[in-house]
């Protein structure tokens, strides 16, 4: 595969995993820390739900793919269309475009801070860390989509910032580039984001 061209990413799947997991990690805390045992099985069931939606969002984006009318370079316009894989037209379509900042925190947790006596165990503590620097969203409405043998497929256009960051490492920073898609369909929704190369003129 051409590392170059746009490619769908686990990215939505991720956040429902993560919250159902967390929701039962504080399930099982709850169980050792004897408190109500419907606590419990309220926080359990919320995250297996959350584990399952997230599976079946990922699987109706399973055809989902992405075109570009252009390159996405700093400074210029980005055009492209989505196309969902799915015939049913929602009501409007959300977009939106980031750049996402990632770098690795050394630093340890406060808790632990005292139990650290040495850089060789501090790197053991290290975490990474994300943050959105640029985004911008818009909203497609139905009589704008457009029907295909392949799924309903949604035109898109963003200006590309001429001072942002390309896509790739930064000294030891990494910066990444998406567009997500998403709209609300009877039964699951639609959910597909999609990972792109940015690059300078």
């Known amino acids: ?107 340890a947790p406060t808790s632990l801070t005292s139990l650290l006596t040495s850089d060789s165990r501090r790197t053991r503590y290290s975490r990474k860390e994300r943050q959105t620097v640029w985004e911008e969203t818009t909203t497609v409405p139905r009589k704008s989509l457009r029907g295909s043998p392949s799924g309903f497929s949604v035109p898109f256009q963003f200006e590309l910032p001429r001072d942002g960051h390309r896509t790739g490492y930064e000294s030891d920073d990494r910066y990444q580039w998406e567009i997500e898609t998403e709209a609300s369909i009877p039964g699951v929704d639609f959910r597909a984001t999609f990972a792109l190369k940015v690059t300078r003129s």
């Not at 408190?35 to 055809?63: D, T």
């Not at 252009?70 to 475009?97: C, D, F």
């Open 1 to 107: 595969m051409n590392a170059d061209l746009p490619r769908r990413t686990l990215g939505p799947l991720k956040l429902y995993v993560l919250g159902g997991g967390a929701a039962l990690l504080l399930a099982v805390m709850s169980i050792r820390a004897a408190y109500p045992k419907p606590l419990a099985v309220i926080l359990g069931g919320a995250g297996i739900a959350a584990i399952i939606y997230g599976i079946l969002v990922h699987a109706r984006s399973a055809n989902a793919s992405i075109v570009l009318e252009t390159q996405p370079i700093l400074g210029e316009t980005l055009r492209g269309r989505v196309i969902s894989g799915l015939h049913v037209m929602p009501e409007e379509v959300k977009l939106a475009l980031r750049c996402i900042h990632e770098w690795t925190d050394f630093s």
